[in-house]
Structures are given as structure tokens and as C-alpha cells.
């Protein structure tokens, strides 16, 4: 450009290293190539011209979640000349109207967990596996807890619904299985252990919670009431979990157990080797290991008499029949079977 300023194109084209011709061309027109292209155009008819607007936008607006292979075998049955090449040329117009003119969509964001970030904690209902003890059927939970980076999972069979002393038992026992503390600990609003609990206490397990976590000097967290997503690192894996505890009691030959010690070591052998072998374990050796490590078992965790409280006497003997019994072991709480 320099070099045109003060000489003919012919002259400066031969300094710039390019022909006259070029020189000529970029004097009569200086936009770029990418600048002159013009926007490709339709090559062919439409083939849905005459159905798009009146017919299928109808449809998308009436019933927003249609499949569009619906869509097409509607269409394809209202006017039999459409070739069934199209198709692909819907469900591409399809997806084009949607993003331009259907219902708003969530954005959700890839979480990065650090090693030794975060760890997860949930309850998972067991029924559908179809598990007695003693030709009984047995109702129950599973707590799960898993490390959100490495997969270390570990599973505890708990008896009843959600509680804090579920919670507390389970955890722990993860933790000390584990060998290391994560620097949080996340689990959802836990509404099913605050439920038909009035207010004092609630703040009471509210308090004995936040105590646990500061014992193992681990922060809480939640995630928002009614968004499993956000706890997707545990939520996903729950039916992995289920789905291998059913592969294994298929592999058994049976999903009746002699009493609940049987079974209780029948998933924790299967949580145990579900991890050792993990075809990721090559990779667990470089990652930063978990160096915080429990100390002791968090004393505040056990449950306190209350006058809600009663105990259920073995069968043949009287007494007061109740939903569980709280076994005092040392100064901790754990959730026991209904006799």
C-alpha cells in the first residue's frame, strides 16, 4: 500500500511480489475474497414449503416436547408424495425452530471437582430390588456416599426413611473406610429427615449437624431444594450402584439373605471391590491423596433420649412396639433393625 502512494500499480504490484493483473484487480475492488462471497442460496425446491408453516409450526406450538420423527410420520401420512429423503431436512428446520422460537432451556456448566474437593452424600430407596431377609421382605435404604473426583463410593444399608442419625452413622463410616476427611461435604436440603419435626427440633439437628461437620473440620453444603442436578456426582451413580447390586444378586442365585449381618457384608464386600477394581485405580495413584484423617468419631453425632423415643422388645416378651431402636455404642449413634 506504501508503494502504490507514490507509484503505478504495474510498479507497485512488482515490489509486493504479486502480478499486474492482481494489482488491477485490488485497485478496482480492495474488499477481501471472504468480503465478495455471497451468501449460498437455495439450489432446489423446498420440499416443505408447503407444509412448514401451515402445519407443522402449528403442531411444535400445540405439543412443544413432540419428537420430530413423529412430526414426520404425521406428515408423511397427510401427504404420501413426501419423499422420505426429507426427513433429515425436518428434524435440521425442527431444531433450528426450537432454538430460535420454542421454550427457554436450562444452561447447565461441566462442575471441575479438585481431588479432595468434595465429597457427596445421599439416601437411595432399595425396593425395587426385591431384597428379603429370611423369606421377608425388607424395606430399606442404602446411604451413599462417593468422592466426587476419585469414585471412591461407599454404601450403608439403613433401616426405615431418611434421618440425621442415618446420616451421621453412614458418613463416618464412609470417612473412616476412606481413611481421609474431603474439605466438604455436600448433600441435598435433607427435607426427609426435617419432616414432621417442629421447629425446636429442627434447629436441634440442624446444630448436630453443623457440629459433625466442624468435628471433621469438613464445610457443608447443599445443594438448591428441588435441583437433583446440582448433585449430579451422586445422584448418576446411584443407579450404577443399584443396577451392580442386582447384577450381583443375579450372579448369586438369590436375593434372600439369612439375616441382615449376611447382607450388610454382601454390599460391602461389592462397594469394596467395585473400588479396588475401578479401571481408573492406574490413574488414583497420581492424583493428590487425601491427607486430612479423622481423628475420632464426632461425640455430638449420637442421638439424645427424647420422649418420642421408645424400644421394641424382642418377639414372646411385652412391651411398647416403635419404628426402630437407637443402639448407644460408645458416643455414637447407630440405626439399628425393628426386631
Not at 111 to 128: A, I, N, V
Not at 229 to 255: C, Q, T, V, W, Y
Amino acid at each position: 500500500m506504501k508503494s502504490r502512494q507514490s507509484n503505478l500499480p504495474a510498479i507497485a504490484a512488482a515490489k509486493a511480489g504479486f502480478s499486474t493483473a492482481t494489482a488491477y484487480r485490488i485497485e478496482a475492488d480492495p474488499r477481501l475474497p471472504s468480503q465478495k462471497k455471497k451468501p449460498r442460496g437455495r439450489r432446489r425446491p423446498d420440499p416443505l414449503a408447503g407444509v412448514w408453516d401451515s402445519e407443522i409450526v402449528p403442531m411444535l406450538k400445540v405439543s412443544p416436547g413432540i419428537r420430530a420423527v413423529a412430526i414426520f410420520e404425521e406428515i408423511c401420512r397427510r401427504h404420501p408424495e413426501l419423499a422420505p429423503g426429507v426427513r433429515r431436512t425436518l428434524e435440521r428446520r425442527i431444531a433450528r425452530w426450537r432454538a430460535l422460537n420454542g421454550p427457554n432451556r436450562d444452561v447447565i456448566f461441566r462442575q471441575e471437582h479438585p481431588p479432595g474437593r468434595m465429597g457427596l452424600s445421599d439416601f437411595t430407596d432399595m425396593g425395587e430390588l426385591g431384597i428379603t431377609i429370611a423369606d421377608e421382605p425388607f424395606d430399606h435404604r442404602l446411604y451413599h456416599f462417593r468422592l466426587a473426583f476419585s469414585g471412591f463410593e461407599h454404601a450403608h444399608v439403613v433401616l426405615g426413611g431418611e434421618s440425621f442419625v442415618a446420616l451421621a452413622e453412614g458418613l463416618q463410616n464412609a470417612l473412616w473406610a476412606l481413611g481421609g476427611v474431603p474439605e466438604q461435604h455436600r448433600s441435598d436440603s435433607l427435607s426427609a429427615a426435617f419432616r414432621n419435626l417442629d421447629r425446636d427440633a429442627r434447629e436441634d439437628l440442624t446444630r448436630r449437624y453443623a457440629a459433625l461437620c466442624a468435628h471433621y473440620r469438613m464445610t457443608a453444603t447443599r445443594n438448591n431444594p428441588g435441583l437433583a442436578h446440582e448433585n449430579g456426582a451422586i445422584e448418576g451413580p446411584h443407579r450404577h450402584l443399584k443396577m451392580a447390586i442386582a447384577d450381583a444378586l443375579l450372579l448369586r442365585g438369590s436375593r434372600d439373605f439369612a439375616d441382615l449381618g449376611a447382607y450388610r457384608r454382601f454390599v460391602d464386600e461389592l462397594g469394596g471391590w467395585r473400588w479396588s477394581a475401578q479401571p481408573c485405580s492406574g490413574c488414583r495413584s497420581a492424583a493428590p491423596p487425601i491427607t486430612r484423617k479423622p481423628s475420632s468419631r464426632s461425640p455430638r453425632a449420637a442421638a439424645s433420649p427424647s420422649k418420642r423415643c421408645s424400644i421394641r422388645l424382642p418377639r414372646g416378651s411385652s412391651g411398647i412396639a416403635c419404628a426402630c431402636v437407637f443402639m448407644m455404642t460408645g458416643s455414637t449413634a447407630f440405626l439399628a433393625r425393628p426386631i
